[in-house]
């Protein structure tokens, strides 16, 4: 992409309206441009990172084996007075009518609705498991939003609804999604902790909020400082064996970890006070198993292999795309901005020209460009007229992982410059060199 056909508004000023380093950051980059309260809308640089997020988080599910689906955003109220939740969940809810009166609302969750798929379908216990999941626009109209992202009134929302004949089989399908989150927030370079959480309107009786460590987190948490150093499991995690998953997740909820809300002050004292951690952390993920809460209610049965009929016993799944965004943010930038994790950067590399219309400038970069292109990798060439010092305070807050600098000086002497955002480091190059090390 050349950035002179780019749309990258980029903010000089830091934003008056912005609390924290990852909303300033999101605004400055021209990532996100607010449209009311609560709601934004993702500007190029900052949809390609959702998007990217939301690859990762597809690519995890799919492999835990879960299926995806599109369900709408509005839905009825008639679906959420069968479970008894339409006059419970209270004003967090938009409520709508259409032209006919009719009462619907913009889903803040979607539990009901894929009960109601369900039901219609899935008759034996032959079809189990099934575990469902979107990726979808949700409304909760938040008491306080702020945070840019982070606490919106539209938010983007990965939901899985699992399905299984017993418990047994809902808490299997529980630790698949629990080792799938693991999996997935690695991925994107930070360090989720999954910690006991309360259930709130989803309900149930076992849950586990993911939570990144973060000073301008919103919860109060408490954990062992072993967690900072478990191992993640690999790519190769055999998702089909029960007995390997319920070990890992074993594993990861031996050494204490829970929300305030859960907080017992007696299990706490028995952690030794060099291993406590009490921090501020971001909920990234949720997860839930509620068993018949919405099976029940909702009629949504399957014949088990004795021949009779069982509700279906089920179990929640969220993770915020959108939220995420702006964590991963949290937990990576410095003073000159944001510092993209390889995984989820907008662009591999920024390919900056110093001169540009210079000729032999131009020539080296429309090289490098089209070598780095041809070879796979994403490249943000800046090709505009701005001073070498504007271009480099561009590519350091937009954080791409690698700059490659091209200026007069170096051209001549058939070399260029490459730095990692990360480490500073800075490192001169032949052309080639540099094309065989980036490509
Ligand atoms: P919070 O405690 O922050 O209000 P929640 O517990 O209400 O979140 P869940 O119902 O568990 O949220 O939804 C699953 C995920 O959706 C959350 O873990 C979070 O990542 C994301 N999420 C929830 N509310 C918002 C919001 N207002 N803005 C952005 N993301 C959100
Ligand atoms: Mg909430
Ligand atoms: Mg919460
Ligand atoms: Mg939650």
Redesign the pocket.
Known sequence: MRLSRYFLPILKENPREAEIVSHRLMLRAGMIRQQGQGSFSWLPLGKRVLDKVCRIIREEQDRAGALEILMPTIQSAELWRESGRYDDYGKEMLRIKDRQEREMLYGP?NEEMVTEIFRAYVKSYKDLPLNLYHIQWKF?D?VR?RFG?????E?L?K?AYSFDLNYEGAKAAYNRMFVSYLRTFTRMGLQAIPMRADT?P?GGDLSH?FIILADTG?SQVFCHRDYLSLAVPGANTDFSDDSEIADIVKTWTTPYAATDEMHDEAAWDKVSEGDKVSARGI????IFHFGEKYSKPMGAKVTGPDGKDHFASGGSY???P???VAAIIEASHDDNGIIWPDAVAPFDIGLINMKAGDAECDRVCDELYAALSGAGKDVLYDDTDQRPGGKFATADLIGLPLQVIVGPRGVASGEVEIKNRRTGERETLPIEAAKKRLG
Do not use: K
């Open positions: 969750t909760r938040e939003p992202v982070m606490r919106s009134r938010f929302m939901d709130g989803i909020e919103e909920e990234v993920g949720h969220g993770i915020g959108s939220r995420l």
